[in-house]
């Protein structure tokens, strides 16, 4: 159980086109969900909380024009990176967290590698 | 502010030896949650075990137990038998809203 995925697991794309990121919960509920970003060989930063029916909440300094977050249902999550650039290439993770059984748990997806040329 | 602190970057351990990855925090909250999640070369994150501060209790899972010490916060992590599919890196994250890592702990298991 408390299985997480993500779609695509690996993406490249042109500067300039924006590309959606998507995470589900695939066996459970999740009201909340968070997106991550991940440089090589370096710790998880947080860029936003996504809460299902509102509006995400977005760490400082990471930009919510240009990372669009919606949480549609209790089980995906979306992540859309606008007018991608090369800096924006990087390695982007989601969790979940459980609305039942263990609640303070984050089950995380197997993480999204996106490349802008 | 919450912060979590991994001391060291890098670990090794030959096969089936026993292995501690160290970790501390700092909260001036009394009730909380502590984990340790695993990151091998596929990047996927995998809960190894999780902690409640109100339970004195060790957790355990299999080869992996904790060592949680409230008074000094610390929250270290025991491998025992260590196998080559442990390596990877250790994170230990501490839990609020959202979860506060630590910079990770890279551990090679030496055949």
């Known amino acids: 159980g408390a299985v997480v995925s993500q779609h695509p697991s690996w993406v490249i794309c042109k500067s300039g086109t924006s590309v959606k990121i998507e995470c589900r919960s695939l066996?459970?509920?999740?009201?909340?969900m968070f997106w991550y970003r991940q440089f090589p060989k370096q710790s998880l930063m947080l860029m936003a909380t996504s809460n299902e029916g509102s509006k995400a909440t977005y760490e400082q300094g990471v930009e919510k024009d240009k990372f669009l977050i919606n949480h549609a249902s209790l089980t995906l999550s979306t992540l859309t990176v606008t007018s991608a650039h090369p800096e924006d290439s990087s390695f982007y993770i989601c969790?979940?967290?459980?609305?039942?059984?263990?609640?303070?748990?984050?089950?995380f997806g197997p993480g999204t590698r996106l490349t802008v040329l | 502010a919450q912060t979590v602190t991994q001391s060291q970057p890098e670990m090794s351990v030959q096969e089936a030896e026993t292995v501690t990855l160290s970790c501390t925090y700092d909260?001036?909250?009394?009730?909380?949650?502590l984990f340790w999640y695993k990151q091998p070369p596929s990047r996927q994150m995998i809960l190894v075990i999780r902690q409640e501060a109100y339970k004195q209790q060790n957790a355990t899972e299999n080869r992996f137990s904790v060592n949680f010490q409230k008074a000094a916060k610390s929250f270290s992590l025991k491998i025992s038998d260590s196998q080559l599919g442990d390596a990877a890196m250790y994170f230990c994250a501490y839990r609020n809203t959202p979860l506060v890592f630590g910079k990770g702990t890279r551990l090679s298991v030496i055949a």
């Open positions: 909260t001036s909250e009394s009730d909380y949650y």
């Open positions: 066996d459970f509920q999740a009201t909340t």
């Open positions: 969790s979940a967290r459980a609305d039942r059984g263990f609640a303070d748990t984050q089950y």
